[in-house]
């Protein structure tokens, strides 16, 4: 892959590149850090044609826990540079996902969110690295969309997402349907566990008490780091489960790149502090070349394009029993324009792919 760094495994990167992740965004938003810091690098990064950018999202679990995917989006950038398209796949969907030698993993068929941990596993089988998770689900990826590779990708955790947003100062969108918080009470606590679920790690949406809620609202909210995590983590009692949460995802990145080109532009002063606020959150991929680099590279992006999409997929059943998640023939459709550069005439042809919303 085009984008390895360090001997081929993911290097730390500074924030920008961070947002791009768990919600995928600050990749997105090149033009204002460009314009904010131009003499930070001092390499040059050409790049020609359409690109294309894996984003993941993951629940740290810690070392001795294999991460899974969670989120995981894909960012599709034409060669005239004129916007972007974000699309994501499913996380329960139903994949081969090929057999990977370093980890010892073998060729299967499930969830594409096992990637990430059949990949991760080390020598041992006791501890796990999320950028060799990255390998195996950067390969799943290619051979469920036919695109042939990344040109660079990025993985950061749920807390490196709110330390970010935080950082930040929260993030401003609106909401386009209630949404309530499985985890979390009003005042951001967690809610309590079932008795039965008491030490119970498998234990079906095992939380009981208040929940915190997002009512719906065509005016712009201010969502604190928490809030943002909270929200883009939700799918139970919404009318499309996973659907409606990758479409919020999107939605926060779409928020996300319109404020940091904004409050960047204006006071580039922050940009330092925003950098330094997630630590180890992030690992970045990028052909050697880190994401200031690539802010400089895409300086001429037009982010005012921002596109999101919704693959039209449904629940996959085999004998009565419900697998994970299945694409239907016209999201392949739509794989096959994205790789040949083709996106806007096919959405043109496709207006229901387009999410409408804000």
Known sequence: ???????????????????????????????????????????????????????????????????????????????????????????????????????????????????????????????????????????????????????????????????????????????????????????????????????????LRPYTGPQKTYPQSDVPVRLSGWEALDFARQRYGLPRVDYDRQRHQRQMIRALARQVTRDVSTDPGRLPRVFGALGESLTFTGGGYGPLDWAVALKNLNLAKLTSITLPGGPLFENGRYLGEKLTPEARSFFAAVRADRASPFLLDHPAFVDRTP
């Not at 924030?15 to 204002?32: C, D, E, M, Q, T």
């Not at 299967?108 to 089988?125: D, E, H, V, W």
């Open 1 to 203: 892959m085009r984008g390895s760094v360090r001997s081929g495994r993911p290097g730390r990167a500074p924030l920008w590149a961070r947002i791009a992740i768990a919600v995928g965004s600050l990749l997105l938003i090149p033009s204002a850090v460009a314009a904010a810091v131009p003499a930070v690098t001092s390499r040059v990064l050409t790049l020609s044609g359409p690109l294309n950018l894996l984003l993941v999202g993951i629940d740290p679990r810690g070392a001795h826990t294999k991460p899974l995917a969670d989120t995981i989006i894909v960012a599709h950038i034409p060669a005239d540079r004129q916007g972007v398209y974000l699309f994501s796949l499913p996380r329960d969907l139903v994949v081969r996902i090929p057999a990977f030698p370093k980890s010892g993993s073998t060729a299967q068929r499930t969830k594409i969110n096992a990637a990430m941990a059949l990949g991760s596993r080390l020598p041992g089988g006791l501890r796990f690295d999320p950028a060799r998770g990255y390998e195996l689900l950067e390969r799943t990826v290619r051979q469920v969309t036919g695109i042939p590779r990344f040109d660079a990708g990025a993985v950061l955790d749920f807390p490196g997402f709110k330390k970010l947003v935080t950082a930040m100062g929260g993030v401003t969108m609106t909401i386009d349907q209630t949404v309530v918080s499985e985890h979390h009470r009003p005042d951001g606590r967690p809610r309590d566990r079932l008795p039965r679920c008491q030490g119970d790690t498998k234990c």
